[in-house]
T-cell receptor, first 115, second 110 residues
Framework: GAGVSQSPRYKVAKRGQDVALRCDPI?????LFWYQQALGQGPEFLTY????????KSGLPSDRFFAERPEGSVSTLKIQRTQQEDSAVYLC?????????????FGPGTRLTVT | GQQLNQSPQSMFIQEGEDVSMNCTSS?????WLWYKQDPGEGPVLLIA???AGELTSNGRLTAQFGITRKDSFLNISASIPSDVGIYFC??????????WGAGTKLIIKP
């Protein structure tokens, strides 16, 4: 498929565990975004990459959240010492170029449940 | 901070009806986007608006960028069952990142 893929689709973690969420953007897309979506709400911006450079991480809620995109393609969002309030759907999106950055293509998300 | 308010929160419609929903803000936006999200999926872009007053259609969907730059609406004509889902408006904040409304949930009455 040519769309954005995310894995795993579902993740259950015990409070205090570390988790890693993967995003494979559309091939050739320069920009990559991570969002957090709570139940019944719209997505909330977490962080943005242009190629391998993390240009904006202002939405990351705490220093327990860390994202990387080392080769400018696949990205990983890592959450350390998970807390119950981290339970949400984590969405990844990519866009072709800076000029069309708002026309974002989303993956299906990873639903994280922290027990 | 900037916020987007969507109304209604949910709509119960019968197949074939026209639907109208809107998005408002207390601050100016230079771009408005409308996305649709189905259960278990990510949002899908429906329409992007870049100019105040712009009226853009995508099949049975029509969206307008309000003249004041503080609102936008989305209309769906002759609704069909696959229109069910959650519709989000979004716009770029002062850091050029998208902020999103809470969504309008569209439900088809049996």
């Amino acid at each position: 498929g040519a769309g954005v893929s995310q894995s795993p689709r579902y993740k259950v973690a015990k409070r205090g565990q570390d988790v890693a969420l993967r995003c494979d953007p559309i091939s050739g897309h320069v920009s990559l975004f991570w969002y957090q979506q709570a139940l019944g709400q719209g997505p909330e911006f977490l962080t943005y990459f242009q190629n391998e450079a993390q240009l904006d991480k202002s939405g990351l809620p705490s220093d327990r959240f860390f994202a990387e995109r080392p080769e400018g393609s696949v990205s990983t969002l890592k959450i350390q010492r998970t807390q119950q309030e981290d339970s949400a759907v984590y969405l990844c999106a990519s866009s072709l170029a800076r000029s069309s950055t708002y026309e974002q293509y989303f993956g299906p998300g990873t639903r994280l449940t922290v027990t | 901070g900037q916020q987007l308010n969507q109304s209604p929160q949910s709509m119960f419609i019968q197949e074939g009806e026209d639907v109208s929903m809107n998005c408002t803000s207390s601050s100016i936006f230079n771009t408005w986007l409308w996305y649709k999200q189905d259960p278990g999926e990510g949002p899908v872009l429906l329409i992007a608006l870049y100019k105040a007053g712009e009226l853009t259609s995508n099949g049975r969907l029509t969206a307008q960028f309000g003249i004041t730059r503080k609102d936008s609406f989305l209309n769906i004509s002759a609704s069909i069952p696959s229109d069910v889902g959650i519709y989000f408006c979004a716009g770029p904040d002062s850091n050029y990142q998208l902020i999103w409304g809470a969504g309008t949930k569209l439900i088809i009455k049996p």
